[in-house]
């Protein structure tokens, strides 16, 4: 199985909803990243999970929270958005490997949840 | 900073090899050059990485210049399936350190 899973694939939510983004894979990988992709440009790297504790956040605004409950899970956690907001949100993941570049750390990527807020 | 230059765009003929070109002068002795492609509406996908020698797998093959400020990617019998963005990243990997995505380059294969 070298799939990353992320539910749901659409979502429309208002400015004061609270709602949350999932992610699952089940190929033994320790890393874990939340992307947010506009519309016309490339990915950007939102957070990082390295063995379920929080090792990146790319100055991310707090309306955003993510959560790594299991090595399997990943959540994104998502209050008072803007529209603004509104993108394509990637959850990847891969696997550490203590030889850089070794064969199997790549990232495998989900297709990805279109947020929308109204 | 920008650590990798590609073309915005290419065009490539169905059934030919696509050459997709990236420039990384400022890479470092331990980053690697990684290539993903990212379908419209779809995740990245990953093709091929390499740190000096040329690798090749069912997907693509990787010619890395020998002093490495350059990698060209071919697809060998470019499909329709084929059109997408194409990214190169420059990368020490194996940790958890997360990509960094430039603009890449719309590859259109034509019929």
């Known amino acids: 199985d070298t799939e990353v899973t992320q539910t749901p694939k659409h979502l429309v939510m208002g400015m004061t909803n609270k709602k949350s983004l999932k992610c699952e894979q089940h190929m033994g990988h320790r890393a874990m990243y939340w992307y947010k992709q506009k519309a016309k440009k490339p990915p950007e790297l939102m957070f990082v999970y390295s063995y379920e504790k929080l090792s990146i956040n790319e100055s991310v605004p707090s309306r955003f929270s993510p959560e790594c409950p299991n090595s399997s899970l990943l959540n994104l956690h998502l209050h008072a958005l803007q529209p603004e907001d509104s993108a394509l949100y990637l959850c990847?993941?891969?696997?550490?490997?203590?030889?850089?570049?070794?064969?199997?750390?790549?990232?495998?990527f989900g297709q990805g949840t279109r947020l929308t807020v109204v | 900073d920008a650590k990798t230059t590609q073309p915005t765009s290419m065009d490539c003929a169905e059934g030919r090899a696509a050459n997709l070109p990236c420039n990384h002068s400022?890479?470092?002795?331990?980053?690697?050059v990684y290539w993903y492609r990212q379908i419209h509406s779809q995740g990245p996908q990953y093709i091929i990485h390499g740190l000096k020698n040329n690798e090749t797998n069912e997907m693509a093959s990787l010619i890395i210049t020998e002093d490495r400020k350059s990698s060209t990617l071919i697809l060998p019998h470019a499909t329709l399936r084929d059109t997408a963005v194409y990214y190169c990243i420059v990368f020490s990997g194996g940790g958890a350190d997360g990509l960094t995505f430039g603009k890449g380059t719309h590859l259109i294969i034509q019929p």
């Open positions: 990847a993941s891969s696997q550490e490997a203590s030889r850089q570049g070794a064969r199997g750390t790549e990232a495998f």
């Open positions: 400022t890479i470092s002795g331990n980053e690697y």
